[in-house]
């Protein structure tokens, strides 16, 4: 069985056709790199699999069950908000920006979800807070406040704070394009550490040298659908894509 299924997933918003039919599987453990140029869909395409944008055609599923709606026969019903907030949890989401909670400290925004939406005890959150702060390699940080912090560290707080609520599947919108180039490294080691504890990621990125390594397959999107798909030596070292060409081209 696929992990995650996204079938004949499409998107408009007004007479703007976003999403044009993507099918993408991805395999639990997988990570797989998307690329492609501005505006070819990528973020619309993250923010649809974990439900914060409503679907105009097709379906996402994680290990079957059907994401942001239910079905009964041909038609699909939105579910409720509480239903869809629990399915939500199952995806933790990275953005370029950090979007941190500037008047909390390091260790209380990792705390914060888990305790108020899961109920755990404060006790146990700041345990496992302080586990997942030191492998971001950011232990001796837990009392700073985020503007105290560099981008490349607020942005593995930002991190450390999604996986705090365990999700199944991990979503990285250009998690490193607001970043000065020298703290790019440090928070693509953490998401590369990641991959290899197995986690199931998709990754919206323009650093080839991250696809190349850590992806098991690359995704090219253009114009709404997925152009190009397979292993990065095959879509990154022999591209058949005049967009995927000229993508490879531009890195020089
Ligand atoms: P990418 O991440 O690949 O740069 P996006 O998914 O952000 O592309 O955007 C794809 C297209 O959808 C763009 O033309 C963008 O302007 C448009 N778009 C994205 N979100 C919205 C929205 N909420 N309302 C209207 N248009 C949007
Ligand atoms: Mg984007």
């Not at 069950?65 to 995806?91: C, H, M, N, V």
């Not at 098991?216 to 005049?242: F, N, Q, S, W």
Request: aromatic share 6%; charged share 25%.
């Amino acid at each position: 069985m696929t992990f995650l299924r996204l079938s004949g997933v499409r998107k408009s918003f007004g007479p703007l056709e976003v999403l044009r039919g993507v099918d993408l599987d991805v395999g639990q453990g997988e990570v797989v790199c998307l690329i492609g140029p501005s505006g070819s869909g990528k973020s619309t395409l993250l923010r649809c699999v974990n439900h914060l944008e409503t679907l105009d055609g097709g379906e996402i599923r994680l290990e079957d069950e059907l994401i942001g709606y239910t079905r009964k026969g041909d038609t699909y019903y939105p579910l409720s908000d509480r239903a869809a907030a629990r399915q939500r949890r199952r995806f933790g989401m990275v953005f370029q920006g950090f979007h941190l909670f500037p008047h909390l400290t390091v260790l209380e925004n990792v705390v914060e979800a888990p305790t108020r939406v899961l109920r755990r005890s404060r006790g146990e959150c700041a345990e496992q807070a302080h586990e997942l702060l030191a492998s971001v390699g950011l232990a001796e940080k837990h009392a700073a406040y985020p503007r105290e912090l560099s981008g490349g560290q607020q942005q593995r707080v930002a991190i450390a704070r999604a996986l705090a609520m365990e999700p199944d599947v991990m979503l990285f919108d250009e998690p490193t394009s607001a970043l000065d180039p020298e703290l790019v490294g440090e928070v693509l080691g953490v998401m590369r550490r990641l991959a290899q504890r197995t986690m199931t990621m998709i990754v919206v990125t323009h650093e080839i040298g991250f696809a190349r390594q850590v992806s098991d397959r690359v995704a090219v999107m253009d114009g709404g659908t997925i152009v190009e798909l397979g292993t990065p030596a095959e879509v990154l070292g022999a591209p058949k894509h005049r967009t995927t060409q000229a993508f490879v081209r531009s890195l020089g």
